[in-house]
């Protein structure tokens, strides 16, 4: 299987992208607009409202269009991310360019946390519980983030460190040798 052209991958993937968060868009205002018409419809045997059950199925949809939303603005912020290094000047060294694109996930990450923040805190005590949730996994994922970046970074300073003191044994060699 071939790499497809960036040109092509973007034409399939941001209608997508857009498409995804418009139906995301409209599911999260399904959940907060259709339960309170609802509250007093129970299901016959059960104790559950009908209006919060139709509030977390659309919440449940939303978080799924949200998903593939991102896989698809990861792709793009892929192809971006590409670009931008390259306009850097950083050639085909594959760390620098693992680190931009993970600094950029960590955004990314960050922005989808806030926006989750506000869906699930419409679903009372158990959004209180997502929430919570969502900070911990968040945070674990930023973590491990930031530590591959911090390990490049490491990585690509130890190497130039080593070739300027390379470059600087060669040139006290030279003098030593003048003498």
Do not use: C
């Amino acid at each position: 299987m071939g790499v497809k052209p960036v040109g092509e991958e973007v034409q399939r993937r941001l209608p997508r992208l857009i498409m995804s968060l418009v139906m995301a868009l409209i599911f999260w205002i399904i959940s907060t607009i259709v339960p309170p018409t609802i509250i007093d419809f129970l299901l016959p045997g059960l104790t559950v409202n009908v209006g919060t059950i139709v509030g977390f199925i659309a919440l449940l949809l939303t978080a799924i269009f949200l998903i593939r939303a991102l896989s698809d603005a990861l792709v793009l912020s892929d192809i971006v991310v590409d670009i931008f290094v390259r306009q850097l000047g950083i050639k085909e060294e594959r760390s620098p360019r693992r680190a931009a694109r993970d600094t950029i996930y960590v955004i990314v990450i960050i922005l989808v946390a806030t926006a989750l923040y506000a869906l699930l805190g419409t679903l009372g005590e158990m959004g209180k519980i997502l929430t919570t949730a969502t900070t911990y996994v968040a945070l674990g994922i930023i973590l491990v983030l930031i530590y591959d970046v911090g390990r490049i970074v490491y990585r690509v300073i130890e190497h130039r460190a080593e070739s300027v003191a390379n470059r600087l044994a060669k040139m006290a060699e030279r003098s030593r040798n003048r003498k």
